[in-house]
């Protein structure tokens, strides 16, 4: 992890990191009466395609944006954890470092933080935490599907090991703090936290699992990104949206196994099922059509499957707030996984290869990855595909919802030379004809490039 004084090449963007902590650091004096040790940056991410599939074992390929959660940091001896925000809807919170618990049914912003906090802490096996007093500020919206929630825990886990004086690799950082993000309840895969912490200015990434690698990957010239915000919030973790695909995709690779004759009680993701077999994805989606019907299966049907009991099901296999669902949609969500794990690989062949007609076969795949997104994976909602719709329109050669979904955001990719006129167009069509979406319109609607990852910085 980059460990930096405050940038001070002049650049427009290195100065505003520099009034932001500036601005942070007045407000922490005015906040607690001391000046702040050290600060800790992590960035939000924007991912480009493959949607729902990291947690399945799959490659995707995000960036990082310029949009953060920063934090101020003093360290004392109180062994208490004073946390303050300078958004004044997330209350002050305070808690002994000895006695960490996070409320899995009220997901507050504070205990994004903890989780942080609990998994280094439990990662380097302290016996203790020293005190802090921390005050956070973020530029990323959130319940956008920008990863704000995932920055939050990405930087409380910095926090957590500068103030204890410990040093880790970025991804050992990474790993521990897409495990830790369980804590509240979000059974993710770990791509949100991976490109915290690895993101490299000016390119995206291949991040892969299983080692967890990433690879660089030069965007094409010609076109740039832009993410518009449906201005529709969706908390995955205040509803049982996100681990409800996750469980349909784990019952899909158990009953997938063992219609192939695996021992099928140890395997949990769809990605790994494919080793197993040792098949391409186009043949595990011919392996999906044929073992699958579309319509929904109740646990009955499940259980008679994998010859198991209702019992067994919701302790073995269903996530604590899953145990309600009595229908799981098996084949679509397969078929989303294994399509949208192929187009991850496509994009960055594209990009590699740099085509003629790499930009429009880059919009192409995305187009297709909202589509599937929208029918088959069922994360979308009627105004991001209203959103998705008018930023084709307005000259997007793709644009597909990214995030968890349900809300949030949509990325475009857009000529450049259309890029006025585009954000002209979807400002007029989405924003302005509805009064909060037009209050909103000026952090909504923002032309992205892919920034650095997460650094702490000193003033020493």
């Known amino acids: 992890v980059h460990r930096q004084r405050p940038p001070s090449r002049c650049s427009v963007y290195i100065q505003w990191v520099r ?3 500036q601005k942070l650091k007045e407000a922490f004096i005015g906040k607690y009466e001391e000046s702040p040790l050290f600060y800790a940056c992590a960035p939000g991410r924007v991912n480009l395609i493959g949607e729902h599939i990291d947690y399945c074992g799959y490659a995707v390929l995000p960036m990082a944006i310029e949009q953060n959660i920063l934090a101020a940091v003093s360290v004392n001896n109180s062994q208490t954890i004073q946390l303050a925000n300078t958004n004044p809807k997330y209350k002050d919170f305070s808690v002994s470092a000895s006695e960490l618990t996070i409320d899995r049914e009220n997901p507050q912003w504070h205990y994004y933080f903890l989780c942080g906090v609990k998994g280094v ?15 956070v500020d973020g530029t990323i919206p959130a319940s956008s599907g920008l990863s704000s929630s995932s920055a939050l825990v990405c930087c409380a886990g910095l926090v957590t090991m500068e103030s204890n004086q410990k040093a880790i690799s970025k991804i050992l950082l990474a790993e ?7 804590y509240i309840g ?44 449906s201005c529709v919030e969706m908390n995955k973790a205040a509803s049982s949206h996100f681990n409800i695909r996750v469980v ?6 158990k009953i997938l196994a063992k219609t192939r004759g695996l021992e099928w009680s140890g395997l949990q993701k769809l990605g790994v099922l494919q080793i197993e077999l040792g098949l391409s994805l186009d043949k595990m989606l011919d392996v999906v059509e044929k073992v699958f019907h579309p319509e929904p299966y109740s646990r009955e049907e499940i259980c008679k499957l994998l010859e198991i009991t209702t019992e067994q099901l919701c302790n073995n296999i269903l996530s604590a707030n899953t145990q ?3 229908h799981f949609k098996l084949y679509q969500r ?15 062949a594209v990009c590699d290869s740099s085509p003629d007609g790499a930009v429009l076969q880059l919009g192409n795949l995305m187009n297709q990855s909202h589509a599937s997104c929208r029918d088959l994976y069922e994360c979308s909602c009627l105004e991001l595909d209203q959103l998705v719709d008018i930023c084709l329109q307005a000259g997007a ?12 955001c949509t990325v475009s990719m857009v000529p450049i030379e259309r890029i006025d006129s585009f954000l002209r167009t979807v400002k007029e069509k989405y924003y302005m004809p509805d009064a909060r979406r037009a209050a909103l319109v000026k952090h909504s609607l923002f032309v992205t490039r892919p920034g650095g990852g997460a650094a702490i910085f000193t003033e020493e």
Request: charged fraction near 20%; charge should be neutral; aromatic fraction near 6%.
């Open 186 to 229: 979000t059974e993710g895969g770990g791509m949100d936290q991976s490109i915290s912490f690895l993101a490299e200015e000016g390119t995206a990434k291949l991040i892969e699992f299983n080692p967890l690698r990433a690879t660089d990957v030069k965007l094409p010239d010609g076109a740039v990104f832009v993410i518009a915000n």
């Open 397 to 408: 050669v793709g644009s597909r919802l990214t995030g968890a979904g349900w809300g949030g």
């Open 176 to 182: 521990t703090c897409a495990k830790c993000e369980r």
């Open 19 to 21: 009034n932001e902590l």
């Open 324 to 326: 309600h669902v009595t």
């Open 248 to 253: 349909e995709c784990r019952i899909a690779t």
């Open 334 to 348: 397969a078929r989303h996984v294994y399509s949208e794990a192929a187009r991850v690989l496509q994009f960055k």
């Open 121 to 135: 802490q439990d990662q380097l096996s302290l016996s203790s935490l020293p005190g802090i007093r921390c005050l």
